[in-house]
């Protein structure tokens, strides 16, 4: 009995020096033979077998070696889609690739991130990452992984999360915290990942619940300061952010007004700051969208909104004057009150520096026509009415290229259009005027 036992020892130990000697070997070297990658236009039993050839360095490689293959595999799913139709057919590949998640290694870690954000972007693929777990790993990694590793994994979770999608799977898995923790250290995370973790967020808060837990655990305090942030991705996330969680529910919004969010959306406006246009645009898009009821909307007067947005009807690139126009016929339309304000203000008086420049009316009448967007309209149409009643107004109407638009719109009974065009064609100019450019 101890004879077989020693001659069986003396085995084990003949095969593990054995594969002792084959691991320090160039076996799994990153210089070993690697087998070339076929042409694109190569037949699908080429591109499957490069694509079990690089498995199989997954699987036995050292680390060096996976990372390698890794880079290989993402280089020619980026070029073509067929090529990650063949390693989602390979049995086991995919949930080899999940598990590089948990790797040590930030390379190996990353590198499979970018094969993951890239699969996600897949419907199909996606279902199946989700159900062998992808989530649960995916959050880790928001906890312990590396700063590109965290932005790749909140790319790979805003795919997963779309239209509220496997929402409560990040909730279950405690990622809903660990997204608002990433948001609320901006000191700590670049703009991109907040920008990304308010991503993720925003399509999480369209489940009820979700959009409970966030409110009752006082984070909303933490977006209203991120609109204060000097980083334009982290300011326009978290602004966007707040516009989706607040719609359609007004006590959302009045938690968002008591924690100060209108002062910091109007404070945006203030020309005195250093902020971007397209930041001021949201801000201005995002107002509009909490503010509704008197209450708010006295305090966004008083807080200088109205001031703000004349200043850069007079004084700002077209972008963000199309934005205060489109703001200054929202408040005027709510009451009288509000239209005379308006009006105090000095906005009437300023119709004639809008219709100096042919530009400005030619896109307000291009962005009617966008589609989809039915508050352009909505906003738009008013003011191209009331450059109508003036003659210099009507000139630049007619002799606009988007004139079409108007009349497309009265041809489908937009009352407003209709107005427009009865301007149009009581005005002694008409003639001539089409006559020149129709």
């Not at 691991?23 to 042409?39: K, L, W």
């Not at 965290?150 to 979770?157: E, Y």
């Not at 967020?201 to 837990?213: A, M, Q, S, T």
């Not at 009331?386 to 638009?405: D, F, P, Q, T, V």
Request: hydrophobic share 40%.
């Amino acid at each position: 009995m101890q004879s077989d036992l020693d001659i069986i020892s003396e085995k084990f130990n003949a095969h593990v020096k054995s594969l002792c000697e084959l691991s320090s070997s160039d076996c799994f070297s990153p210089y070993a033979i690697v087998v070339s990658r076929p042409a694109t236009s190569a037949s699908k039993d080429d591109l499957k077998f490069y694509i079990n050839d690089s498995f199989s360095r997954f699987k036995i490689g050292n680390i060096e070696m996976k990372k390698q293959a890794l880079i290989c595999f993402n280089e020619v799913i980026q070029e073509d889609d067929r090529w990650l139709k063949i390693a989602m057919e390979v049995e086991g590949f995919v949930h080899v690739l999940v598990g590089f998640l948990s790797s040590k290694d930030l390379a190996v870690q990353e590198e499979v991130l970018k094969s993951l954000d890239m699969i996600c972007g897949f419907e199909l693929y996606k279902g199946i990452l989700v159900s062998i777990g992808v989530v649960a790993s995916l959050i880790r990694v928001l906890e312990c992984g590396s700063e590109l590793s965290k932005s790749l994994s909140t790319r790979c979770l805003m795919k997963c999360t779309a239209e509220s999608e496997n929402a409560w799977s990040v909730s279950a898995h405690g990622g809903v915290t660990s997204l608002l923790r990433i948001s609320a250290g901006e000191c700590e995370s670049s703009g991109e990942l907040v920008g990304l973790a308010c991503g993720v967020l925003k399509n999480l808060v369209g489940v009820d619940e979700i959009k409970r837990f966030v409110v009752e655990d006082g984070a909303l305090q933490i977006f209203v300061n991120l609109v204060k942030s000097r980083n334009e991705v982290s300011q326009i996330s978290s602004m966007e952010f707040l516009q989706a969680i607040a719609v359609g529910d007004q006590l959302v919004i009045d938690s968002i007004v008591n924690e100060g969010g209108i002062r910091v959306l109007v404070h945006v406006l203030d020309p005195k700051s250093s902020f971007s246009s397209k930041s001021r645009e949201t801000s201005i898009r995002v107002i509009m969208s909490l503010c509704s009821d008197v209450t708010n909307l006295n305090s966004l007067v008083s807080y200088g909104f109205m001031d703000h947005i004349l200043h850069f009807v007079q004084d700002g690139d077209i972008a963000i004057q199309e934005s205060c126009l489109k703001a200054a016929y929202w408040l005027s339309g709510i009451s009288d009150a509000f239209k005379k304000a308006m009006g105090d203000a000095g906005f009437i008086q300023n119709r004639k520096r809008l219709v100096e420049d042919d530009q400005n009316v030619s896109l307000i009448m291009q962005s009617i026509d966008q589609e989809g967007i039915s508050t352009n309209r909505k906003l738009l149409l008013p003011i191209i009415m009331s450059l109508s009643g003036c003659n210099s107004g009507r000139k630049k109407i007619l002799s606009s290229r988007y004139l079409k638009n108007i009349e497309k719109l009265a041809d489908d009974q937009v009352s407003d259009a209709r107005k427009i065009l009865r301007n149009l064609s009581s005005n002694r100019f008409v003639r001539l005027v089409k006559g020149i450019w129709h």
